[in-house]
């Protein structure tokens, strides 16, 4: 992620990650870990365990675009 300010992605990143926590979404897959997203509460997940997380979510009803953020 790149921006023209400071911390720019870093505080998108937490305004989606609180959305989608509203939305009542179950799962954000960083790929990366960081000690900035651990300091945000992201851990790294076995494979099984991400697998099994995503095989329940996936059919849940989700969100159809374009999304809108909640005020």
Same mark, same amino acid.
């Given at each position: 992620?790149? $921006?023209?300010?400071?911390?720019? $992605?870093? +505080?998108?990143? +937490?305004?989606?990650?609180? @959305?989608? @926590?509203? &939305? #009542?979404?179950?799962?954000?897959?960083? @790929?990366? #870990? =960081?000690?900035?997203?651990? $300091?945000?509460?992201?851990? *790294?997940?076995?494979?099984?365990?991400? +697998? #099994?997380?995503?095989?329940?979510? +996936?059919?849940?009803?989700? %969100? %159809?675009?374009? &999304? *809108?953020?909640? =005020?």
């Amino acid at each position: 992620m790149f $921006s023209r300010e400071p911390d720019a $992605s870093r +505080v998108a990143l +937490v305004r989606l990650a609180r @959305q989608l @926590q509203q &939305w #009542e979404f179950g799962l954000i897959d960083c @790929q990366m #870990e =960081t000690p900035h997203l651990a $300091s945000m509460g992201a851990r *790294t997940l076995p494979r099984a365990l991400f +697998v #099994e997380k995503l095989a329940e979510l +996936v059919n849940l009803p989700h %969100r %159809r675009g374009p &999304w *809108t953020f909640d =005020t």
